[in-house]
């Protein structure tokens, strides 16, 4: 055990150094975001345009973070306009004593300006870690503890890997697939052990997700997806001067998507065979499989529908369309960033539900294997 884990961490070493970029082109930055409290409200008001009100306040603030730290400036804090047309968005009253991000920068003049950004947010967010932490270590004990590093393990190769090898021009599937090949085994053995249960599910998963691209390659190409669905995947490619493939990003985020979904399914299905064969040792093998598929259908079924709501919530906006009474919903489901997330959704939900029975069938062989070792 100790030699396995021992060249398995020699091996993600390895991923990682040969995968990770050694060197990115780096861009100048003049802009910087600097960090401030309210000290006084010198004006607040309304603008009259066409007959209709716009806020706007014009404050003086104390700069704390960043290179003007100790300096006092003043910024207008107005209201946006909606594209083409007079409707108030964007808009936020400050108050004394709030703590505001603030972006400044110099514009073609070589005027310094500063626009503010919004509220500093990181103590709420801190919090809120700290409650989800302790929640997990109250419920779940030790077991919670190694979840935890498995949950920083995930976000350290997503920060550290994934996203600095597309960033310096690594195609995206690629590097969603290196970085899956670090998560899956390091993630599972880490929280659950080194052992057939174990196996079962890191298996499970890899050929899970292997059929979950395999499907998510053929219907991204036959609804002729292109990755251009939403403004940030634009800007994305536009920032990196054309360097990201946009359709390999939407198949690396499908496949990251499907990683998460299929983390939860494999490893408690395992379980699920392994307290059966425990509770009933002289289950066959064939029993022992429908037994557990007859759980695994459960589980795949409220599953299925709590991707559809982790979608939904995510893109409440997006599912206005369906109801603004002035486009079908053939018009709606055409639309390139709706079609996007329902090839999505359905293909992560196919795979979610493969995941069942391959890892069921795995289970039960090695439990049989094991049980004609002892």
Do not use: C, W
Not at 145 to 170: Q, T
Not at 218 to 235: K, M
């Amino acid at each position: 055990m100790n030699n396995f884990l021992q060249k398995l961490l020699i091996v993600l070493i390895l991923l990682v150094s040969f995968f990770s970029p050694k060197h990115v082109q780096a861009q100048e930055i003049r802009g910087e975001t600097l960090e401030g409290r309210v000290t006084d409200i010198i004006e607040s008001g309304e603008k009259i345009i066409d007959d209709q009100a716009f806020p706007y306040q014009v404050l003086e603030i104390l700069l704390n973070k960043g290179s003007l730290a100790g300096s006092k400036i003043q910024v207008v804090n107005e209201s946006s306009l909606e594209a083409n047309s007079l409707t108030v968005v964007n808009y936020r009253e400050y108050k004394l004593g709030e703590n505001l991000r603030i972006y400044t920068d110099f514009n073609l003049e070589e005027e310094r300006f500063f626009v503010i950004e919004g509220l500093v947010k990181r103590q709420a967010l801190l919090f809120l870690l700290i409650l989800f932490v302790v929640a997990v270590l109250v419920v779940t004990g030790r077991l919670g503890l190694f979840a935890l590093l498995s949950l920083f393990l995930s976000f350290f190769v997503i920060s550290k890997v994934l996203i600095p090898m597309i960033m310096a021009g690594r195609p995206p599937l690629l590097s969603a697939f290196v970085s899956s090949l670090i998560i899956i085994p390091t993630g599972f053995y880490l929280v659950h052990g080194f052992n057939n249960k174990t196996h079962s599910a890191v298996i499970g998963t890899l050929l899970s997700l292997l059929i979950t691209m395999l499907l998510a390659f053929y219907f991204v190409n036959s609804t002729n997806l292109t990755g251009y669905a939403s403004e940030e995947a634009i800007f994305v490619r536009n920032m990196s001067q054309g360097k990201i493939d946009l359709l390999s990003l939407l198949f690396a985020g499908i496949m990251i998507a499907a990683l998460g979904v299929l983390d939860d399914v494999t490893i408690g299905q395992a379980s699920v065979v392994e307290q059966l064969k425990l509770a009933d040792p002289k289950l066959d093998n064939s029993s022992l499989f429908l037994k557990s598929m007859k759980v695994g259908r459960d589980h795949v079924s409220s599953m299925i529908n709590t991707l559809i709501l982790v979608y939904a919530g995510s893109a409440m906006p997006l599912l206005l369309l369906f109801f603004d009474g002035q486009h079908s919903f053939i018009d709606v489901i055409e639309l390139e960033i709706v079609a996007e997330e329902i090839v999505r959704t359905l293909v992560n939900s196919l795979g979610l539900m493969l995941a069942v029975p391959l890892t069921t069938f795995l289970k039960v062989f090695v439990f049989e294997t094991k049980a004609q070792s002892d």
